[in-house]
């Protein structure tokens, strides 16, 4: 516990750091969210721009601008959205179980192909199988996310007509009962889920291969074999609970991928998540929803950390906290 409250003291100055520099970047851009709204109208005058300016107090010194969000920050309020007046947070809140579902099943299944193939890789070490896994999975990280998105939606959805290629939900979607809504969602799920998987399985494989052959140099691993127990029990009962550690790293830092979404993802399926909304954000300079979702992950990715460092101990009580 002393360990946990020290890491999360130690976290704030982080995020405070995070935040200054997300907001820094912001405003350093060229272009002000008021110029969306009045370039394109000519009847708009200079002084309707003043007065918009002075609306979301973009006339300031940065740092007032600052000091002024950060004091809404601690109340858990990001501000109001320059683009339709709604408060950031609830905009935020409304995509985030999509974007949750999207992430987590990506996660999940990631980790369900990824790590079973990590350890058969490891076990065949330098055979024909680990050079043409490891040939495949390298492959398959080399390729652009965008583009492999955009080649499984004419495939799969324009040529097969199997999924549907955008949304989450289906135009009759309120008309259907649960048992075929949950259907229609895991349709829509099927093409981001997969493409996700397909380019996250290179990393967390290889973490699972690295892991897997360092415990197998153990000395304790070479007992278990001396003592007459097979390769499959030796594997998995005595060297595949060690293998987990670096892959508790990897998976505690996909925490905030989970909250913060795919930007690529969900804006080329239309995906009604946060990541899409961040970019809709970004184009229109909207920087409450941008310094909210910006936030957001910042705090996820630090916890993240902190939560795979505790999940040490589970892996291995030997682990001692300071």
């Not at 820094?24 to 708009?44: E, F, L, R």
């Not at 109340?75 to 579902?101: H, M, N, Q, V, Y």
Request: aromatic share 12%; charged share 15%; with cysteine.
């Amino acid at each position: 516990m002393r360990y946990f409250i020290k890491r999360i003291i130690s976290s704030i100055p982080i995020l405070l750091g995070i935040t200054l520099l997300t907001f820094a970047v912001m405003h350093i851009t060229p272009g002000k969210p008021t110029d969306i709204m009045t370039d394109m109208n000519m009847k708009v005058s200079a002084q309707a721009k003043d007065r918009l300016q002075k609306l979301y107090g973009l006339d300031k010194p940065l740092h007032i601008q600052y000091a002024q969000w950060l004091k809404r920050f601690v109340f858990f309020d990001f501000g109001t959205s320059f683009k339709d007046s709604r408060p950031a947070r609830d905009k935020i809140f409304e995509r985030l179980p999509a974007t949750i579902l999207l992430n987590f099943a990506a996660l999940f299944f990631t980790c369900i192909v990824a790590v079973p193939i990590g350890i058969y890789c490891a076990v065949k070490k330098d055979t024909f199988i680990d050079k043409g896994l490891t040939v495949i999975l390298f492959v398959c990280f080399s390729i652009p996310s965008f583009w492999l998105a955009l080649m499984f939606m004419i495939l799969f959805g324009l040529q097969l007509g199997l999924v549907p290629i955008s949304g989450l939900y289906s135009f009759n979607f309120d008309d259907m009962n649960i048992f075929m809504q949950i259907a229609d969602i895991s349709k829509h799920l099927v093409l981001p889920v997969a493409v996700s998987v397909i380019v996250s399985l290179a990393t967390l494989s290889r973490y699972a291969r690295s892991g897997m052959l360092e415990v197998l140099k153990q000395d304790y691993i070479k007992t278990a074999y001396a003592k007459g127990l097979s390769q499959k029990q030796v594997i998995f009962r005595h060297a595949l609970k060690n293998t987990l550690l670096p892959m508790i790293t990897i998976i505690g830092l996909s925490i905030p991928a989970l909250i913060g979404g795919s930007f690529i993802f969900e804006t080329i399926f239309s995906y009604p998540g946060i990541g899409r909304l961040g970019y809709e954000a970004v184009m229109s300079r909207d920087y409450p929803v941008v310094m909210g979702i910006a936030t957001l992950s910042a705090v996820l990715t630090l916890l993240g950390n902190i939560i795979a460092d505790l999940s040490y101990k589970i892996a291995d009580p030997r682990i001692k906290y300071r």
